[in-house]
């Protein structure tokens, strides 16, 4: 499978390099060179880098065709634009953002991609761990599947969501 | 009307006056304590320093009951997000982005945004219209005060449905080549110029203006 990662952070570094010892291609994107240091010297994919939130960038580092996009950059913002650049651009049909705010977490997710929020995930570990009732927001959701045209088709023009 | 405008640099903060001056109720959001105090310092209190990005903070802004979201920060992203949550969240009739990266527009408008605004392209728009797109390109200086230029056909050249015969370059100037469909060809004395043709020329400095306007168009007048 083709993955493409969006910020080589903690988080992106592990999972990139997790993917690629377990025999996936990956494609791992930071704004900053440096990021690539926390990779390790068997990582086997690809270390672009590039602005994950430019369309024209994604496409030259080879977003097209993943089966998986996972936008993990400190923004939560940054990680929504490049996940619905992800969804609605390049029509990957796995993809996740990290969300740390958790309404934006539950509105992202209704509008149909997957959200990860660390704030709700880390609460309820904590919470767990204290043998305590945790909360009731999922820290994970899956994109609520949606039927519209990915962008630039003929149907997709000037199309609401509502 | 109530408007909501979210970012409190340049644009946020005149956007802010001038809707409060015409008699608008305005809320402007900044998310910089600093700025958002000094702004409220000349606007009065119609300031909340809170990220309107985050959902829990539009909605102490009076998300809900707002009849426009004019999201005008910096970040693209932000924008497109405050927009969004405007929508989708808070049912926000008209949402209004600024777009700096023109290529952002098609995802913008595509994602719901009822209105964007790009100053990039605005001022690009402006450049262009000063500037006459299509001139003769010198491409390279040759040897006896010869030089090579391109002239890129319009539907308005002189030359489009005629042939060389019947363009009667003046002496002295040779038309060389024409890439037509990123093919280069030669020209023949049954060619007929179309639009869009890129005709390769040779002639001495003084053939220019009859070059110019045989293949582009008269001269402006300076």
């Known amino acids: 499978m083709k993955a493409v990662i969006v910020g080589c952070g903690r988080v992106g570094g592990v999972l990139a390099a997790a993917l690629d010892a377990t025999g996936h291609d990956v494609i791992i994107i930071d704004l900053l060179t440096r990021s690539f240091d926390r990779l390790p010297a068997t990582f086997g994919g690809e270390a672009v880098r590039a602005d994950g939130t430019d369309e024209e960038a994604l496409r030259r580092a080879g977003a097209d065709g993943a089966d998986f996009f996972l936008a993990l950059t400190e923004g939560d913002n940054r990680n929504i634009m490049a996940a619905q650049l992800a969804r609605e651009a390049f029509g990957i049909g796995t993809v996740y953002a990290k969300v740390n705010d958790p309404m934006r977490a539950q509105a992202y997710a209704e509008l149909g991609i997957g959200t990860v929020c660390r704030t709700t995930m880390m609460a309820d570990a904590l919470l767990g761990a204290m043998k305590l009732p945790m909360g009731s927001e999922p820290s994970v959701r899956a994109g609520a599947e949606h039927d519209h045209p990915p962008i630039g088709t003929a149907a997709s023009s000037g199309h609401g969501e509502g | ?222």
Do not use: W
């Open chain 2, 1 to 222: 009307m109530f408007v909501l405008v979210v970012g409190g640099g340049k644009v946020g903060y005149y956007l802010t006056r001038e809707l409060s001056e015409s008699g608008h109720e305005v809320v402007l959001m900044e998310k910089d304590r600093g700025r958002a105090d000094q702004i409220a310092d000349e606007i009065g209190s119609i300031v909340v320093a809170k990220d309107g990005c985050e959902g829990s903070a539009l909605a102490d802004a009076g998300a809900n009951r707002a009849d426009v979201v004019a999201a005008v920060t910096g970040d693209d992203e932000d924008n497109l997000v405050i927009c969004q949550m405007a929508k989708h969240h808070f049912a926000v009739p008209k949402t209004i982005a600024r777009v700096n990266n023109p290529k952002n527009e098609p995802l913008f408008k595509h994602l719901g945004v009822d209105e964007l605004i790009s100053p990039t392209r605005m001022i690009l728009g402006s450049i262009e219209q000063d500037i006459p797109v299509h001139e003769l390109l010198h491409l390279a200086p040759l040897s006896h005060e010869f030089e090579l230029v391109e002239a890129q056909l319009t539907v308005e050249s002189p030359a489009v449905g005629r042939t060389l015969l019947q363009l009667q370059l003046p002496s002295g100037c040779s038309v060389v080549a024409l890439v037509r469909d990123e093919i280069a060809q030669a020209v023949g004395p049954e060619t007929i110029f179309r639009a869009g043709d890129k005709v390769i020329a040779a002639g001495r400095a003084e053939c220019e203006p009859a070059l110019h306007g045989m293949l582009i168009g008269a001269l402006p007048v300076a």
